[in-house]
């Protein structure tokens, strides 16, 4: 996918006019380039706006006097200031802003409810991972496996009720909160290490869920073979 370059309104303040000596405010307009990857972690944000160091020299007009003078104005990361925002410009660019893109408005939903979701899965599997295993037990013994003497097979039917115990400690470890001083502009780092813990948690924990379950579906056919 190729950059797209979108045309973008910014709030410009001048604490001391060079001209009148008092404090302005401009709209600037300038092309913002679009990144053509930008991931936020989510379950199925940009980051905060930083100064390149580059200036630009911009022609503004004193509003008491009329006069005009040059004045350096710093660009933003992906923003190439070309000048004064017309009152066109301002309109355009408030129509744009009060009429998202649906997709736009989808992915910010998604990306806000991301963390309920994946915590209503792992409370989920919690009392599932838990329910398993009276129920494992209950099946053996509706199917008679005490009247079996195989040793071999009695230490194996040991292992799924062992899995869904891990499992279960792997979703509580993945359910924990973290306290963690943070600041604002540090939150997307912390969300990030916070989601990227769940999912590791879970990765683990549903893989040993799944096991367990496949082991114990291959105990009962062994049981139920003799």
Request: hydrophobic share 45%; net charge positive.
């Amino acid at each position: 996918m190729k950059n797209e370059r979108i045309t973008t309104i910014i709030d410009f303040d001048i604490a001391s006019c060079p001209i009148c000596s008092k404090a302005h405010s401009f709209k600037l307009k300038g092309f913002m380039q679009q990144r053509a990857l930008e991931r936020v972690p989510m379950f199925g944000g940009p980051g905060e706006t930083e100064s390149t160091g580059h200036k630009t020299e911009i022609l503004f007009t004193c509003p008491n006097t009329k006069k005009r003078f040059s004045y350096p104005v710093s660009e933003p990361v992906d923003i190439e200031i070309i000048g004064i925002a017309s009152e066109a410009d301002i309109a355009m660019s408030i129509n744009v802003a009060s009429a998202p893109l649906p997709i736009k408005s989808e992915f910010e939903e998604w990306a806000k409810k991301s963390r309920d979701i994946v915590l209503d899965f792992c409370k989920t599997m919690l009392s599932a991972s838990t329910g398993s295993i009276p129920v494992y037990f209950a099946i053996l013994k509706y199917i008679g496996f005490e009247r079996f003497d195989s040793t071999a097979l009695s230490r194996f039917a040991i292992l799924p009720p062992g899995l869904f115990l891990v499992a279960a400690i792997l979703y509580i470890l993945a359910l924990r909160p973290r306290y963690e001083l943070v600041v604002p502009n540090g939150f997307n780092a912390f969300r990030k290490r916070r989601l990227e813990r769940l999912n590791k948690f879970i990765i683990w924990g549903t893989t040993i869920f799944i096991g367990a379950v496949g082991l114990a579906i291959v105990i009962l056919f062994l049981t139920l073979s003799k």
